[in-house]
T-cell receptor, first 112, second 109 residues
Framework: DVKVTQSSRYLVKRTGEKVFLECVQD?????MFWYRQDPGLGLRLIYF???????EKGDIPEGYSVSREKKERFSLILESASTNQTSMYLC???????????FGQGTRLTVV | RKEVEQDPGPFNVPEGATVAFNCTYS??????FFWYRQDCRKEPKLLMS???SGNEDGRFTAQLNRASQYISLLIRDSKLSDSATYLC??????????FGAGTRLTVKP
């Protein structure tokens, strides 16, 4: 059974903190993605990676960075958390362009 | 302009109705297309891929018009269990994967 695991379901952080969101997949997928989902805005692409150590900016990369040191793990980093980064964060992985993407259960981050 | 545009709805329909969702995309080099379904407080899951020739899966029919850069999803004989948000997804040439904002469907008895 395929699995994408995000390290936390709920997280509360203070403004200015450095925040790490971890995502691990067990399907040997090349491609991994980070999105944030906000009401009325849908899923917006933050960063994606098509291979180890490779990363590409999505539509809203400002305030975020990513790390992919191993194929199975894709980390999202909020360098200095701000209240406007309060959101649901979703990680996904897929093998290639034409196949299904699998999602983690999401991390609801609140920045206070 | 957003890369993937969807009618946000909401659509409220009675059981048994036929409902159609539309989606447009801006990048003509887009490679592959999908519809995902997202239930409340859950992660998105694949509903069906969309092929150039059109494809059907039971009560669901998906169509793609590359010339007009337009994707559609038709649901026939709606069931209560079809209530969800339907997300249009477009895969670009760089392996990026972009979502529409989603269309919320509520099927009522």
């Amino acid at each position: 059974d395929v699995k994408v695991t995000q390290s936390s379901r709920y997280l509360v952080k203070r403004t200015g903190e450095k925040v790490f969101l971890e995502c691990v997949q067990d399907m040997d997928h090349e491609n991994m993605f980070w999105y944030r989902q906000d009401p009325g805005l849908g899923l917006r692409l933050i960063y994606f990676s098509y291979d180890v150590k490779m990363k590409e900016k999505g539509d809203i990369p400002e305030g975020y960075s990513v790390s992919r040191e191993k194929k199975e793990r894709f980390s999202l980093i909020l360098e200095s958390a701000s209240t406007n980064q309060t959101s649901m964060y979703l990680c996904a992985s897929k093998r290639d362009r034409v196949t299904e993407a699998f999602f983690g259960q999401g991390t609801r981050l609140t920045v206070v | 302009r957003k890369e993937v545009e969807q009618d946000p709805g909401p659509f409220n329909v009675p059981e048994g109705a036929t409902v159609a969702f539309n989606c447009t995309y801006s990048n003509s080099a887009s490679q592959s297309f999908f519809w995902y379904r997202q239930d409340c407080r859950k992660e998105p899951k694949l509903l069906m891929s969309v092929y150039s020739s059109g494809n059907e899966d039971g009560r669901f029919t998906a169509q793609l018009n590359r010339a007009s850069q337009y994707i559609s999803l038709l649901i026939r004989d709606s069931k209560l269990s079809d209530s969800a948000t339907y997300l249009c997804v477009v895969n670009g040439e760089n392996n990026d994967m972009r979502f529409g904002a989603g269309t919320r469907l509520t099927v009522k008895p």
